[in-house]
């Protein structure tokens, strides 16, 4: 008898620790274990006025999607991930843990239980609805609101904004676009851009004055030639006879941030940024697509300053040089940056430049396979802090490979199935030091047949342009210069 009431006791003291919470099979509930992976993995997209269709912040806005999320986080389809391949560990990996995974996958399959009130987290805080977690230093409007009209094919419209500090050069670590009107804007560009003397911008468009005295409409293209001498902040300072380097311009002309759905943010480590000084312009450069009805837009852009002690400018660049279709040679080196800094050649300003910069060799009507491989030289020692391919809707897939100095080649990434609704960049956790004599390659993979459902048009040749059923093929890099050191800011105001 007393054997078996210590057995009976024991099984009884089992039987708690069974049931004790940190067990596995205790069902999991929103409240207590679903809630806080969604709002670290889930609702910086799901979440009202953000770009995912619904908001998946409380147990009632769940509650019905929960087969679907079972469906898309076992096919890891959410959250979305581009990267497959890859050497390089990423900052912005949204991937979820297996752990993460398997809770989520039995509380669906327990039937969705809610859980106690109580147990529930404080829901993750978005200051004015920002990314990054504080109000921006500044916010820049852009100068007008724009009406677009329901059936007018809009060209891409520029919109023009005076920096609006006045107490030197500030780097930008991070910024954010967002239209006032999701339903309108395609696309948004923010750039930095310099005028000539004398320009005068009213309603956000840039006006010059002709011999005669007359108010003209600025040719921003001749513009953009005097553009390329730079205020000697923006130099790099050099050696004695060393020559500028691509990789070492700022230009006159910097886009800061892209905004298309899903994406329309920046950030670079501390104090790392893109150099703005007074006196410069902030580009709106903004694509419009119409629903139908009269709407009207106003978007803004928001920036954070890098905090002392500053390190770096922040640079980009496509792999663009020797370009390889299929495997064959189609076109030699970009204009030299000698020749750009004296005018000689000015990136952007002919259509020659233009196709050699961005060129894209035309891709064939129904080519299921077409690969454009890329290379860039690297002439003097990098950091490179981030990656973003870009292509428009036949993007297949893309690849970046370093081939180091020694001749050893090393697969950076890869981006096996490329989506152009997602338009990803994809940041480093470690920079990655690429020392000067290595090669930089980058692979765009097309789909020009009728088996891509994004194909607006299978029996096209494609061409290069801005516009998403035309085509682009852009492996930008994100990088610093080692050997920049910024003045510390002591002694920038000295300067
Ligand atoms: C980076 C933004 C982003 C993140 C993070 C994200 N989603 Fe999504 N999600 C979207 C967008 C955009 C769509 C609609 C387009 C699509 O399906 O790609 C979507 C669609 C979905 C759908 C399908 C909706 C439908 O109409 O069928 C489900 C379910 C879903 N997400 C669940 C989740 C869950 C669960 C998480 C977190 C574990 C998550 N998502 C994280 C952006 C995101």
């Not at 107490?167 to 676009?177: C, H, P, R, T, V």
């Not at 342009?465 to 000295?494: N, V």
């Amino acid at each position: 008898m007393k054997v078996r009431r210590v057995v009976v006791a024991l099984a009884g003291v089992f039987g708690i620790l069974w049931s004790s919470p940190s067990d596995a099979r205790q069902t999991p509930t929103f409240t207590k274990d679903v809630a806080p992976i969604l709002y670290k993995n889930c609702s910086q997209c799901h979440r009202p006025d953000e770009v995912a269709p619904m908001s998946l912040m409380t147990y009632e806005e769940v509650r019905p999607w929960a087969r679907s999320i079972k469906s898309k986080v076992l096919k890891k389809e959410m959250p979305p991930w581009g990267v497959g391949e890859s050497s390089l560990k990423f900052s912005n990996d949204r991937q979820m843990s297996e752990k993460e995974i398997d809770t989520l996958v039995s509380w669906v399959d327990a039937g969705a239980p809610k859980g106690n009130d109580a147990d529930l987290p404080a829901s993750p805080t978005y200051p004015g609805g920002w990314k990054f977690n504080r109000e921006p230093d500044v916010v820049i409007t852009m100068p007008v609101e724009f009406r677009i009209e329901p059936r007018s094919e809009y060209p891409m419209l520029d919109f023009y904004v005076p920096v609006p500090w006045t107490d030197g050069m500030k780097l930008i670590q991070m910024s954010e676009a967002r239209p006032s009107n999701k339903a309108v804007v395609h696309h948004i560009t923010v750039s930095l851009v310099t005028f000539p003397p004398g320009t005068e911008v009213i309603d956000g468009q840039p006006f010059t004055t002709d011999a005669s005295g007359k108010k003209v409409p600025l040719d921003r293209r001749a513009a953009r030639i005097t553009e390329q001498r730079l205020p000697t902040e923006l130099q790099i300072p050099r050696e004695p006879g060393e020559k500028p380097d691509r990789l070492g311009s700022v230009g006159g002309f910097t886009t800061l941030l892209a905004y298309v759905a899903g994406r329309g943010f920046d950030d670079h480590p501390d104090g790392v940024g893109t150099p703005v000084l007074p006196g410069q312009y902030i580009n709106f450069n903004m694509h419009y697509t119409p629903t139908g009805r009269v709407e009207t837009d106003r978007s803004e852009v928001g920036f954070w300053f890098a905090r002392e002690p500053l390190k770096k400018f922040h640079f980009r660049t496509p792999i663009n040089e020797r370009q390889h279709v299929n495997g064959k040679i189609v076109r030699g080196p970009v204009p030299d940056a000698a020749d750009v800094e004296a005018g000689r050649v000015s990136q952007g300003a002919t259509a020659a430049t233009i196709s050699a910069f961005s060129g894209l060799p035309p891709i064939p009507p129904y080519e299921s396979n077409f690969t454009v491989t890329s290379e860039l030289t690297i002439t003097q020692d990098i950091t490179i802090n981030g990656f973003y391919p870009h292509m428009h809707v036949r993007g297949k897939s893309a690849e970046y490979k370093v081939v180091y100095p020694d001749g050893k080649e090393q697969l950076l990434f890869d981006v096996p199935r490329y989506r152009f609704d997602w338009q990803e960049r994809y940041v480093l956790a470690e920079p990655l030091k690429i020392p000067k004599g290595s090669m930089l390659k980058y692979k765009g993979v097309f789909d020009n047949s009728a088996n891509n459902p994004l194909n607006p048009n299978p029996d096209k040749e494609v061409y290069w342009s801005e516009q998403s059923w035309d085509e682009m093929s852009l492996g930008w890099i994100e990088y610093t210069l080692d050997k920049q050191k910024l003045p510390a800011s002591t002694e920038r105001r000295e300067q």
